[in-house]
């Protein structure tokens, strides 16, 4: 089985950066691509950013493109999210994802195993 667990959430005033990791542990073979999702209050979970196992493949929602950047250190077992000229709609509980296939996954049913959550929360 695998878990994963999110860090580097926090407080970051508009235009600031900040870097997200999500360490996986337990059968890290099965992990194939990886992503993260959002929600803030109110609204559903929508997608972020997606990579595949090798990080040579990385996929982007339009409102982050130009901003994120996702990236993985498998020797790790850990995935990233920088990101950058962080706006107060950018406030939500971020979430990373595994699954055991690979291909351009932008869904949350395409997943299989769920962090926690962190709370990044961007002010003006």
């Known amino acids: 089985q695998v878990q994963l667990v999110e860090s580097g959430g926090g407080l970051v005033q508009a235009g600031g950066s900040l870097r997200l990791s999500c360490a996986a542990s337990?059968?890290?073979?099965?992990?194939?691509?990886m992503g993260w999702f959002r929600q803030a209050p109110g609204k559903e979970r929508e997608f972020v950013a997606t990579?595949?196992?090798?990080?040579?493949?990385?996929y982007y929602a339009d409102s982050v493109k130009g901003r994120f950047t996702i990236s993985r250190d498998n020797a790790k077992n850990t995935i990233y999210l920088q990101m950058n000229s962080l706006k107060p709609e950018d406030t939500a509980v971020y979430c990373c994802?595994?699954?055991?296939?690979?291909?351009?996954?932008?869904?949350?049913?395409?997943?299989?195993?769920w962090g926690q959550g962190t709370q990044v929360t961007v002010s003006s």
């Open positions: 337990g059968d890290t073979f099965r992990i194939y691509d």
């Open positions: 994802a595994a699954r055991d296939t690979t291909g351009v996954a932008t869904t949350s049913r395409q997943y299989d195993v």
């Open positions: 990579i595949n196992w090798s990080g040579a493949s990385t």
